[in-house]
């Protein structure tokens, strides 16, 4: 059974910094990983999906890596702003979708 | 191009009442994949409807069930709610069934139990 990891839980940062979220899974036979973006109370907002034959995405100030073998994936964000305040959720599809509970980023002016 | 949409936005149920959410899903999506998401959690998937057929299941109870139409909106229907009921449900759609299709969640609806 696919388990699915987020650490850290939450994270606070002050505006500018860079900063990774780490999302780890224990069945490498995946077909695709998608980070997500939530805000309170709200649904998820898809940010990046990578496709198991692919090692990363961009998309403006995120990418996205994904590595097989060691069953890691990372979210980078460069240049954090205060409107990157959410949760941010990995979610692995095998046959169903799995998601790890999320790394609730704050930051701060 | 309309996204997926849900109704009610939330909602308030006594212990042992049914419920019935819904989900329109997007525009030439055929698939409908249900989750609840409680406090703190990620989501956790309920099931998945491809053409007006269950197309697969997670670890919930009977009480949960669902139906898909011909437009291929859904619904999901819980039967005897319980406290640990409460929680956001989230619907998404995708092209097609299979886990290379990327699928794409609506708003939510907030459910709350008493």
């Known amino acids: 059974k696919q388990e699915v990891t987020q650490i850290p839980a939450a994270l606070s940062v002050p505006e500018g910094e860079n900063l990774v979220l780490n999302c780890s899974f224990t069945?490498?036979?995946?077909?695709?990983l998608q980070w997500f973006r939530q805000d309170p109370g709200k649904g998820l907002t898809s940010l990046l999906l990578?496709?198991?034959?692919?090692r990363e995405q961009t998309s403006g100030r995120l990418n996205a890596s994904l590595d097989k073998s060691s069953g890691r994936s990372t979210l980078y964000i460069a240049a954090s702003q205060p409107g990157d305040s959410a949760t941010y959720l990995c979610a692995l599809n095998n046959n169903d979708m799995r998601f790890g509970a999320g790394t609730r980023l704050t930051v701060k002016p | 191009e309309t996204g997926v949409t849900q109704s009610p936005t939330h909602l308030i149920k006594t212990r042992g009442q049914q419920v019935t959410l819904r989900c329109s899903s997007q525009s030439g999506h055929n698939t409908v994949s249900w989750y609840q998401q409680a406090l703190g959690q990620g989501p956790q998937f309920i099931f998945q409807?491809?053409?007006?057929?269950?197309?697969g299941r997670g670890n919930f109870p009977p009480r949960f069930s669902g139906l898909q139409f011909p437009n291929y909106s859904s619904e999901l229907n819980v039967n005897a709610l319980e406290l640990d009921d409460s929680a956001l449900y989230l619907c998404?759609?995708?092209?097609?069934?299979?886990?290379?299709?990327?699928?794409?969640f609506g708003p939510g609806t907030r459910l709350t139990v008493t």
């Open positions: 069945d490498s036979a995946i077909y695709n």
């Open positions: 998404a759609s995708s092209l097609a069934a299979g886990p290379t299709y990327e699928q794409y």
């Open positions: 990578i496709q198991s034959s692919q």
């Open positions: 409807y491809y053409r007006e057929e269950e197309n």
